[in-house]
């Protein structure tokens, strides 16, 4: 794909999850657009190795963090402002899942260390970088939701109630922080071909079956979802909010 311009030159951007995946992919993207990035991760080797293979110098910080301790998203922010000044965009993107066959055998261990990862810390992110934008006047914020809230999928369960939960918090934050010309969106993507999905994926059988139900033909590639998130985050969305915008190759069509 040719190199698209979103108008985001000079944006300070915060990913969460930016070590891997969607969210390393992102952080590149973000780098081509001329923006300045800070990524988090809970591993400080994840980090390391991100910031060598992004090489983004003194346009890219790394900072080792926890999302659903509070603590960790204030030194977050704390951080990101400290260095570049400001914080114009916030993609939530930390996701995690334990293959749950059953939510009701899953026990509560699982259930909040699920909630905590996904909604929670996009709940706390989200509060962090709005009290930074409101006091700016301006702000995006875009999270990265999935299929899986709105369709129930076996070993998704508590994944996909943490996904709904995001998408509803995007829809209030949206109302809520509209007056402060902050746009908050989401984009559900199905299944997307990362590290994070390879158990699915990488199983012929049900690799198959998944991409039966998609009438492209074929799983997202991280590309597939960065863009829809660029523009989101873009001046071309500025009348966009609380919209949930799935990118699952027409699933949701049929």
Known sequence: MDQLWYGLEGKVCVVTGGSRGIGLELARQFLR??????????????????????????????????????????????????????????????GMNLLTPSVVRAGAAAWQKIIDSNLNGTYHCSVAAA??????????????????????????????????????????LAAELAADNIQVNAVAPCMVKTGFSEPFWSNKEIHDQITAAIPLGRLAEPLDVV????????????FITGQILYVDGGATAI
């Open 131 to 172: 009290a930074i934008m409101k006091k700016q006047g301006r702000g995006k914020i875009v999270s990265i939701s999935s299929l899986a809230a709105r369709r129930a999928a076996p070993g998704m369960g508590i994944y996909g109630v943490a996904k709904a939960g995001i998408e509803m918090l995007t829809r209030v």
């Open 33 to 94: 657009q001329k923006a300045k990035v800070v990524i988090c991760a809970r591993k400080q080797e994840g980090l390391d190795a991100a910031l060598a293979g992004l090489q983004g110098g003194d346009d890219l910080l790394a900072v080792a963090a926890h999302i659903a301790r509070e603590e960790d998203v204030q030194n977050l922010f704390d951080r990101a402002v400290g260095k570049f000044g400001r914080v114009d965009i916030l993609v939530n993107n930390v």
């Open 227 to 238: 863009h829809p998130v660029l523009f989101l985050c873009s001046p071309g969305a500025d």
